[in-house]
Each structure stands twice: as C-alpha cells, then as structure tokens.
C-alpha cells in the first residue's frame, strides 16, 4: 500500500444544475439543488483513499456545520485527518457549481483555507518527507504552495502540482515539481501565448496536459504523444480532474509507467464523471478492475 499525502483545500459544494447558465442580469429555472463535499485536496484525498492507498490529508476547515460534514466525509472515505484542523471564528470552504451543457463552472470561496500556512505546514513535516508521493493544488495561499514544493524537492519525495485555479507559477516551482497536470485552460494562464509544443518538449515527461474527453498530452523526450479518454455518458464532470491526479499519483507511487499511469488515471477518471457529486462517482480499485 503506498503513502499518499494531500496538502489542499476541502469545502462544501453548493452545487446546481440547470439546462444552460445565465447570462448577466438574467434569472433561469434551475432543475436541482444539492449540498455534497468537495474541495480539490478533499476530493484527491478521498480519489486515493478509495483506490486503495493510504492517505493523509492536511488542511483547514471552519469551525461549524460544514467542518464538521468535511472532516466526517473524509473519515468515512479512510482518510487521515490528524492535520485537518478546525479555525475559530472563519467559514469553512465552499464551491459554488452550475452544471450546465455536459461541463461545469465553479466559484470557490477560500474560508478556512487560507489558513493552510508555511507554519501550519511544518507542524506535519513528517507526513510529507515520509510520503511515496505528495499531491497540491493551488486553492490554498501561494507561498504555502511554493514552500511544500520547496521542501519536497529538499527531501527528494516526488510531488504533483495541479495548478488549480490557475495562477502564473514561477520557474522555480515548475522546475522543483515532478509531475505538473494543467487543463488547456490552466495552462494558456500559465504560459501565455507559448507554442504549445515548445512548452511540452521543454518539460518532457513532467508536464501532462489534461484535454477533457480527447485524453491528456505529454512530450515524452522524443515525441509529443496523446493518451486517450474513455468514451462514457457524462452526469457531471466536477471532480474529473481530482480523480485523474490522485488516480495518476497512485500509479506512479506504485512503479508504473508514465503512459500506464495516464491510462490507469483516463479511466479513473472516466468513470467519475457517471454519476453525481465532485467524490460521487470516484471509484474502487475494485471497480477499476471490474
């Protein structure tokens, strides 16, 4: 069993769906309304957990109704919350989704986690310099990602940086990151009006590309190569990308080969977005099987 650990955010998701999203000024009908956990570092913890790894997750949450959903949703999904702390008087996390024509757009209010600080940081040291692997997104303060990605690269332990929401990173940060998973959309916001290509024979066999349903796009030192998706009926797509990298980083923590783990993770992902909810539809190692 290998040893996952999520530095992120968790939330609650305050998720609608409706036949087309507003424009501005406009009111809709919308078809539904629900409440479920969320959180990018949330829902790749609870992605590896259920895939079978043994995962750790550090964080914040507010100190209310909604911590307390967070932290209960991650024990049930066998994940570690020794470092999920909770924050006297600030807000829990919450995602605010519409689901509309087979995608999704989403507005994250921070709350707690903002907290996820540098210090707060070293007091769970040893969960990271002992991990296989350490995934982080980019939904916590920016000096706090830059200084995980700092010490991993200190201790040698490999680390995913998904670049969610997207921010211009520095140079430093790509070069010290092992694995670096934008979207299209994320990596235009990175670098600009770069030749796509150029910038993937630039980081070969560390920067992937997630392209949605045509797959994921990676230089591999000799050719720039396309992993396929797998073709299923989408009910929503929140998570999708969450699914992919803790599905990915498991892969890779588990000795496989940058194109075997890109499919391991096609699937995983794939099969996320089947049913409802950001963690709805992440699946088993089981079920993968199956």
Known sequence: MVNITVVGSSS?????????????????IGDDFQTVPGGKGANQAVAASRLGANVSMIGRVGK???GEEILSNLQENKVSVEYVEPVTDVASGTAHITLAEDDNSIIFVKGANDYVTPDYIKKSLDKLINADIVLIQQEIPEETVEFVI??????????????????????QVIERTTYLT?????????????NRSDVLKRYPNKLLITEGKNGVRYFDGEAEIVIPSYEVVP?????????????????????????????????????SITKFGAQGGMPTRTEMEE
């Open 12 to 28: 609650i998701d305050l998720v609608v769906t409706a036949p087309t999203r507003p424009k501005a000024g406009e009111t809709i």
């Open 64 to 66: 209310d109704t909604f």
């Open 150 to 171: 700092e010490t991993c690269h200190t201790y040698e332990v490999p680390i995913l940086l998904n670049p969610a929401p997207a921010r211009e990173v520095s140079n």
């Open 182 to 194: 934008p979207n299209e959309h994320e990596f235009s916001i990175m670098f600009g009006n770069e």
């Open 235 to 271: 009910v929503d797509t929140t998570g999708a990308g969450d699914t992919f990298n803790a599905s990915f980083a498991i892969a890779i923590a588990e000795g496989r080969s940058l194109e075997d783990a890109i499919r391991f993770a096609n699937k995983a992902a794939s099969i």
